[in-house]
T-cell receptor, first 113, second 115 residues
Framework: ELKVEQNPLFLSMQEGKNYTIYCNYS?????LYWYRQDPGKSLESLFV?????AVKQEGRLMASLDTKARLSTLHITAAVHDLSATYFC?????????????FGTGTLLAVQP | KAGVTQTPRYLIKTRGQQVTLSCSPI?????VSWYQQTPGQGLQFLFE???????NKGNFPGRFSGRQFSNSRSEMNVSTLELGDSALYLC??????????????FGNGTRLTVT
């Protein structure tokens, strides 16, 4: 059974600092997604990672995927308050023609001024 | 382009009642998935529909059911509501079910409270 773990669960950081959120998954997968959720809002797609070594960047966020280690990272560079949100990684079952995703527990990011 | 639309936004029901939630996907999207979000269990997959067929079902009791219509709109139904069914129910759509490079687009959800 595919399990997805994220850490940390909660991250309080100061503006201008860098940090990394980790996403580990238990069985082989060929796709990993990162989503952002603001309080009371829905999930917003950030990145789609499909191959080993894939790296995607958007603004201060950069995501990478290591399929051999079954690990994805979401790196935050020079954090700003607007990045405060909950970040989820989600993994799909390999080869499955399906939109069934297994989500991580989420990381609540609070960026302090 | 309109996003995924879910109605109603909020619902309050009592134990034992049943409820129907509605989801209209993004125009041109034929795959609809449903997820339950609770503080304790996080985001959990309920079911997935494509071309009016249920393609996948999560580990939920039979009280949870759904369907998809020919226009790709979807409904989910929960019968004999329990307090533990209180959650945010999210609907997500994508063009198809077998294109991994196409992420799910989520609606704003229906917040169900069971008293």
């Amino acid at each position: 059974e595919l399990k997805v773990e994220q850490n940390p669960l909660f991250l309080s950081m100061q503006e201008g600092k860098n940090y990394t959120i980790y996403c580990n998954y238990s069985t082989t997968s060929d796709r990993l997604y990162w989503y952002r959720q603001d309080p009371g809002k829905s999930l917003e797609s950030l990145f789609v990672l499909l191959s080993n070594g894939a790296v995607k960047q958007e603004g201060r966020l950069m995501a990478s995927l290591d399929t051999k280690a079954r690990l994805s990272t979401l790196h935050i560079t020079a954090a700003v308050h607007d990045l405060s949100a909950t970040y989820f990684c989600a993994v799909g079952t390999i080869g499955g023609a399906t939109n069934k995703l297994i989500f991580g527990t989420g990381t609540l990011l609070a960026v302090q001024p | 382009k309109a996003g995924v639309t879910q109605t109603p936004r909020y619902l309050i029901k009592t134990r034992g009642q049943q409820v129907t939630l509605s989801c209209s996907p993004i125009s041109g999207h034929r795959s609809v998935s449903w997820y339950q979000q609770t503080p304790g269990q996080g985001l959990q997959f309920l079911f997935e529909y494509f071309s009016e067929t249920q393609r996948n079902k999560g580990n939920f009791p039979g009280r949870f059911s759904g369907r998809q219509f020919s226009n790709s709109r979807s409904e989910m139904n929960v019968s004999t509501l329990e307090l533990g069914d209180s959650a945010l129910y999210l609907c997500a759509s994508s063009r198809t079910h077998d294109r991994p490079n196409s992420p799910l687009h989520f609606g704003n959800g229906t917040r169900l409270t069971v008293t």
